[in-house]
Each structure stands twice: as C-alpha cells, then as structure tokens.
C-alpha cells in the first residue's frame, strides 16, 4: 500500500459478538406488530405483509455472520481523520496504470451496496472488461455510518467530510485521483468538485443536483417530468428526511431498540427508490437487503447516520456549481430525472452525460453491471 503516513492507518477486521446475533434474534422473536393497514398500498407506509415476511427470513433463514464473511474478505482499515475514525475498504487493482476512484454511498446505504461493483471495476479483464478500465477502490464510511465512527460534536456536513475524504486519498498517496458517489456519496462528491482539492481530476454522480433557481419560466418536457417528480416526492415522500433533519435524537430511541423499528425504516425507501415497481425483492435479494439492515442494528447507527441530514438541514437539490470535470448517470428509477439541459448549466465541464436503460436510486446494489459499465465510461476520457 502505498501512503504518506503508515502509521495513521489500522487494519481493521470485522469480528461480531455472538451475544449481539443472540440479543438480536431474541428481540426479533419478541416483535410486537401493529394491525394491518387500513388501505391496500403502500400509502401509509410498508404494508404489514411485506414487513412480516422480510423479518421471517431475518429471524428464520438469515445467515446473521453473512455481513462478517462478505467484507471480512476485502482489506479494511481505520485512520483518524480530523477528530474521528474513518473506516474504509481498499482494494488496489492489479493493473498498475489504474485511476484511483473513492466512492461513497448514501442513506440507507452502506458499504454493502458497492460490494458487487468491486471486483469488475478494480480488475475488468476478469470480467469481461479491459485493462485500461481499470481502478483502485477506496470506498469509506460516511462518519456515523457502519465501523467509522460517530461525531461527538456537531460540524460535520457535508463540506467537512469532502474535506476528510480528499484527506484520505491523500494519506494513501494519491495525487491524482476520480470520486463518485449517489445520494449522500452525490452530495458529498459535489461538494469535494466545488472545492476542487489539487489532485481531484473528476466526479461522476447518479443524484445530480442540478435545479436551477429561479426555475426557468419555460421548460421542456425533461424539465416539467423533473419538476413533477421532485414535486411527489416533497409532498409525499420526504418525511423521513424531515424527522432526522429535525429530531435525529428522538427518532434513534426507536431505531436504537427495535430491529424491527430499524428494518422498516430502510426497506420502505428500497421499496419507493429502487427501479422494481414498489417491490423490491424484484431487484434484490432478501439476504442483500438484511445485509444492509443488519449492518446498521449491529453497529447501532440508526441515530448517528440520521444526524447527517441535521448537519445539511439546508439542502435541496439546487444546482451545485462545479468547474472540474463532471460525469452523469440518471438511472430510470431514481427520485428526478436530472434534465441534461439543467446539468450543463452548472456543470461547466460536463464530460459525460447518459440515460441508463435500468436502476434506481441504488444503482450499484441494484444493476451492478451496468453501474460498471457506466464508471468506466464516464471515466475513459480522464484517464
């Protein structure tokens, strides 16, 4: 590996306490459910049929040391950086001429979502790529998300935590370097674009934030579908993010004691953000889903990860105004369909621009192979 500052960074292996399976499994059989819903969609919330049969395969069939297998075979590490600790995988490619690339996931994300991705973007000659698309991954934890550890203080918005990654890619002896990133990863990987940090070549996101403001008084069709579509979504879909923008604390008592309470509050954003119609299983397995799920009970991160939207209590998805090199993706099932017309307005670089055939929100974790794909075209032209 290599770094400017070896001692600054700590292997880390993931080792789960057989007391924490046990008191998991007992609060599971323990649930106590609400009565069904009074309507036959999802209106109210995740029906209570889709909810039971997600924790009987948890508490059932789910192998509860499948999350310490998966990544307990990726290289990990910790490393302080700015007052907290920061976990991340890294995995270097074999090809030596390949571009670093620090992606970072989102909420209700983790780690887990970019599991699959890994292996085609860090060596594509053994799956079916070339060589000369080749990266080498650094993918971290959001502070108070998964094993990196959780802010005492408040401060770290999004600004902060760009700063922290560009930190790291340093620390790990980067001078030239791409990030990407959806979600939160988009909000952060912008905000690393606006400071351009010396070293940082390009981003690529698949959740631009690209509404101008004022909105133009005539629009295309794009634009009216995009406008449409963020209109649903504040009106009948952003709930969640005023609770943890507003009271992160009062909610995490709840996600903190239920596994239950924690597991509905991710799936029912599977549900309504990936391209599957409204039901996720049509895209994702039950074990990848509980991965993820499992992944935040065990690391009691229900609290700390809600924080992140009380830290960037003033965001929308106003245009971020960027002069490096930017690449989009917008995936069919994603919240907006961000308008090219809108990206190129502030993007003022945009080297790449497509519409992916499918995906939602969750395009890594949902259609792995074409997220590859479209990384390693947004990428070619930085190379």
Known sequence: ??????????????????SSIDDLRARLAATRWPERETVDDASQGVPLAAMRALVE??????????????????????????????HFVHVRSPHPEALPLIMTHGWPGSVIELLDVIGPLTDPTAHGGEARDAFHLVLPSL?????????????????RVARAWHALMQRLGYSRYVAQGGDWGAVVTQAMGSQA????????????????????????????????????FFTKGSGYAHVQATRPQTLGYALADSPVGQAA????????????????????????MLDDITLYWLTNSGTSSARLYWENADLAFDAVEIDIPVAVTV?????????????????????????????????????????????????????
């Open 143 to 159: 502070p108070g998300y998964g094993f990196s550890g959780k802010p005492r203080e408040p401060g770290w918005d999004r600004h």
């Open 331 to 383: 995936f069919p099932g994603e919240i907006y369909r961000a308008p090219r017309r809108w990206a190129e307005r502030c993007y003022r670089d945009l080297v790449y621009f497509n519409e992916a055939e499918r995906g939602g929100h969750f395009a890594a974790f949902e259609q792995p192979a074409i997220f590859v794909s479209e990384l390693r075209a947004a990428f070619r032209s930085i190379r």
């Open 197 to 232: 940090p010396k070293g940082l070549a390009a981003i690529h996101v698949n959740m631009p934030a690209v509404v101008p403001r004022p909105v133009p008084d005539e629009l295309d069709e794009d634009e009216r579908r995009a406008l449409d579509a963020l209109q649903t």
């Open 265 to 288: 509050w991710i799936y029912e954003k599977l549900a309504a953000w990936t391209d599957s119609g409204g039901v996720p299983e049509r895209v994702l397995a039950r074990d990848a």
């Open 1 to 18: 590996m290599q770094t400017n500052d070896r001692a600054a960074l700590r292997p880390f292996r993931i080792e789960i306490k057989q």
């Open 57 to 86: 395969h948890w508490r059932d069939r789910y192998d509860f040391r499948r999350i310490e297998n998966r990544l307990g075979r990726l290289p990990q590490w910790i490393t302080e950086i700015d007052g907290v600790d920061v």
